[in-house]
């Protein structure tokens, strides 16, 4: 699910997209200048290892993602702290972020019930 930038406007866009764990379900919604803000929910579960005793186990996901998706290369005017992910093709690809962020979670610290 590629979204082209240009096309987002104040009206949310919804989205959902799955991986075999996860399902990514939100909005994109144009922000201010350049930038587009994403606000979604990872639900579903994971199948990781433990990172004590290497056991697979199914995490839980529930979590609430948001960041701005800048159209080019993001300049920090204001030197604000934004959440800021640069897309340089001027378009946004759903299933690659949730791809991202199913590697992000995975490379968290996470132990299983027995270790706990
Ligand atoms: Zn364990």
């Known amino acids: ?3 082209l930038l240009r096309k987002i406007t104040k009206t949310p866009l919804d989205f959902e997209v799955k991986s075999d764990e996860i399902i990514f379900k939100g909005y994109l919604e144009y922000h201010s200048g350049k930038l587009i803000l994403l606000k979604a929910k990872l ?3 994971l199948r990781k ?3 004590i005793c290497a056991e697979e186990f199914d ?3 529930d979590e609430d993602v948001e960041f701005f998706i800048s159209d080019g290369i ?4 204001n030197s604000v702290d934004l959440d800021v992910v ?3 093709d001027e378009s946004v690809n759903i299933e690659e972020i949730l791809a991202s962020e199913i590697e992000l979670i995975k490379s968290d610290y996470h132990s299983c019930e027995n270790c706990k």
């Open 86 to 88: 640069e897309s340089l």
């Open 1 to 3: 699910m590629k979204i």
């Open 74 to 77: 993001y300049k920090d005017d």
């Open 59 to 61: 995490l839980l996901v």
């Open 43 to 45: 639900n579903g579960l």
């Open 49 to 51: 290892s433990c990172d």
